[in-house]
């Protein structure tokens, strides 16, 4: 059952993350019936930057006319490069997409939508026009220079036309206009790795290209630009957005005729909004004796078309963010499941409002103790719950997304800075190159200070501040290698999508993750790692699983509240076993035997303390004779005391143990002295049979090594252990 629900649980999340709105870029406006035709990119943030669909909308009226609306009229795969009035009979409208395939529609109603050529791999078309009676394209074949193209029945054949642009690296946005029967082309150009602002053009006149003078602000950061022609002259518009107080007020528009030159015309008034927004595309196109343009940005897709192009007067249609559509339409869209997972999303955040409160109320009134649990056996596994992670469990989805968050806003600024100094402007060139240049650098700063930090500290800033550690999956701190292999699979725990958008598929891998028992990512489960919660030991239940005083004492002079149960394990010695071995082994037995017990997260301690004369494992006397046999055996000789020592988080079922070596010398023993220091049964139930805090230190020449290990508990191993599990 638990199962099936987590199941449902990620199917939500994968679709909740998959029904986001797409940006509109790239507009394109032209005539079809006498009507406005629209056209944009959709470009899908949520699917990694994709420019593979785009939408039509087609006006009810013609623009002018009272309450014009533009109605949607379905969205379609392929990205646009041109749309081209009358390119193939006197009322339909050519569909140029970037890869070449061209379609030409028929009728307003959009009901007659043709395949004229299917575009071939390799071959790229970024503008098109219709040149007296031939379709002219520009644009370029993998790895070749940039050309003319013109389509012919069976395909685009380059055409025998000059390019003014010569290099590949030269341009980065072009716009291909008919000008008095020839073409006209305009582009921006890439210097030192920057896309300029100016605007430079050229037109031909049938045996050779005449250079415009540049033309336009130098606004590096603006949408781009358009053109078009009408009757003797070019008209020029360029996108000023973003750049508020450099352009005047608004889109500053340009005239060319061959005998003035170029001339500026008022600008198109931008809203404030939108002139604070850069834009993500512009065209403009001359529509039944008006010039319209259409812009993208953030806020949407903003239509203006001319009432006086001369006086510099311009209508504002509307912005078309949202279309209206049927119910139908509506039903089979994504936006209603948007809603529908809205509602959900904010039901299921009171619920767990409600929940969690209840949860605090209940906990806050038996502030961590182990009073009884309630009856609601939901609510009962939660409170269970929340007290281990109270107490150091594996670190919790909200706790780690918080870490994320502020490591990643720490490195931030590294891959603008990158850019900056690159000099490097993607706004004028494939849209989701900068989202995606981005992410990358983004993610390989944030691995590189994660794996440094995380090797160094065992933590980051932000996993600091959410009180989380990086651990060993088995306990103790990550080695070297866990550590780059974890930090090195951040490429798998990010799915290779923008930083900005909403479909982070690192989403769904977290709460993936928290739906497990060590709530593992991919590169926690490759490295072997966990990340667990930091809390103070003195906040901690601690069970100490040993009867002896002296390790008692040890730890609470070293300031340890804790609670003694006895560990009942066979010490017997294990045959063919080397002392350190055994004293581990012990150990471990113990605090495991202890461990299985609790339930509430307890940290349990073990520790067993043997003296070995070389391979000779001298455990507790079992009478007088036998530890007259010890003593006499240590007698002048030099011997080890191995203390093993375990401790089991049962928060996260992490074991750390260890073993100390104390080398002890013993001074020559005479017969009297064994016999007297026997019969004071100071002796009787210590290994090796003499106590070295008490009157059998008096036997001790010289120790090599930790004095508290000899006395049953190494103090500076246990804290080097709890600083392991971070339970200090």
């Known amino acids: 059952m638990k199962i099936i629900k987590n199941a449902i649980l990620m199917l939500g999340l994968i679709f909740l993350t998959g029904c986001v709105d797409e940006s ?45 609306v533009l109605k949607n009229s379905g969205e379609f795969n392929g990205y646009i490069s041109a749309l081209i009035a009358k390119a193939f009979d006197k009322s339909g409208v050519g569909i140029i997409f970037r890869n070449g395939s061209v379609f030409n529609i028929l009728n307003a109603d959009f009901t007659q939508l043709n395949l004229v050529y299917e575009g071939t791999d390799g071959l790229e078309i970024i503008s098109a026009a219709k040149v007296g009676n031939t379709i002219l394209g520009f644009g370029r074949e993998e790895g070749q220079p940039w050309s003319f193209y013109e389509l012919k029945k069976d395909g685009w054949k380059v055409k025998n036309i000059d390019s003014p642009i010569l290099s590949i690296t030269d341009v980065a946005i072009a716009e291909l206009i008919e000008y008095k029967g020839y073409p006209a082309i305009f582009w921006r150009e890439v210097a030192n790795r920057k896309v300029e602002g100016f605007i430079r053009g050229a037109v031909y006149d049938g045996s050779q290209w005449k250079q415009l003078p540049v033309i336009g602000e130098n606004i590096s950061l603006s949408g781009g630009f358009a053109a078009c022609s009408d009757a003797d002259r070019i008209v020029l518009i360029q996108d000023a957005g973003g750049k508020e107080g450099l352009a005047g007020s608004g889109m500053p ?26 834009g993500f595309g512009i065209d403009i196109k001359s529509i039944n004796g008006r010039f319209v343009v259409a812009r993208a940005d953030e806020a949407g897709i903003q239509l203006y078309y001319s009432v006086n192009f001369e006086d510099g007067i311009w209508k504002d249609v509307g912005q078309f963010e949202k279309e209206e559509r049927e119910w139908s339409e509506l039903f089979n869209s994504e936006i209603i499941f948007n809603y529908i997972l809205l509602g959900i999303s904010v039901g299921l955040l009171v619920l767990f409002y409600i929940r969690r409160k209840k949860l605090r109320t209940v906990l806050d009134a038996d502030e961590g103790s182990n009073s009884a649990l309630p009856k609601d056996a939901r609510l009962a596994r939660m409170i269970k719950e929340a007290r281990i992670q109270r107490i150091g469990g594996f670190a919790s989805v909200l706790d780690r997304g918080f870490a994320l968050f502020i490591d990643g806003f720490f490195v931030m600024p590294i891959p603008y800075y990158y850019l900056n100094a690159q000099s490097i402007d ?114 901690r239940k601690i069970i100490l699983a040993s009867a002896s005083p002296r390790r008692k004492e040890l730890l609470t002079e070293f300031g340890l509240n804790f609670d003694v149960i006895s560990a009942d394990v066979d010490e017997s010695a294990v045959v063919g076993m080397l002392p350190r071995e055994f004293a581990k082994m012990l150990a471990v037995r113990k605090a495991s035997e202890i461990a299985v017990r609790m339930e509430n997260g307890e940290l349990v301690i073990a520790a067993d303390t043997v003296v070995a004369l070389g391979d000779r494992i001298l455990g507790k006397p079992s009478d007088e004779n036998e530890a007259r046999e010890m003593l006499s055996a240590l007698s002048g000789k030099t011997h080890e005391v191995l203390t093993g020592v375990s401790i089991i988080d049962t928060a996260t079922k992490q074991l750390v143990a260890s073993v100390e070596r104390t080398e002890v010398e013993f001074r020559e023993l005479s017969e009297a002295e064994i016999n007297n220091y026997i019969e004071s049964g100071e002796g009787e139930d210590k290994a090796g049979s003499y106590a070295i805090q008490g009157n059998g230190g008096f036997f001790v020449n010289a120790t090599l090594g930790s004095t508290s290990n000899v006395i049953g508990m190494p103090m500076e191993l246990f804290q080097r252990m709890l600083k392991d599990l971070d339970a200090s």
């Open 426 to 539: 993607f706004m004028d060139s494939v849209f989701s190159a900068k989202e995606l240049v981005l992410f990358f650098i983004w993610l390989i700063s944030l691995t590189v200070y994660m794996l440094i930090a995380e090797l160094i500290f065992g933590f980051t800033i932000g996993k600091a501040l959410a009180r989380i550690r990086v651990r060993n999956a088995t306990g103790g701190r990550p080695s070297l290698a866990q550590v780059l292999i974890r930090n090195t699979a951040r490429i798998i725990d990010f799915f290779p999508v923008p930083i900005g958008t909403m479909r982070i598929w690192y989403l769904i891998a977290t709460v993936a993750a928290s739906v497990t028992v060590k709530r593992q990512r991919v590169g926690d489960i490759l490295a072997k790692t966990v990340v667990r919660r930091y809390t103070p030991l003195k906040k």
């Open 253 to 278: 528009i340009y005239e060319y005729n061959k005998d003035d030159g170029w001339r500026s015309i008022a600008d198109i008034p931008f809203s404030k909004e939108s002139l604070a927004l850069a």
């Open 24 to 68: 509109k870029i790239d507009p394109r406006v032209v005539e079809l019936d006498g009507k406005v035709m629209l056209t944009y990119g959709m470009y899908d943030l949520a699917g990694g930057g994709s420019l593979d669909k785009f939408a039509i909308m087609l006006a009810d009226k013609d623009l002018g006319s009272a309450k014009t």
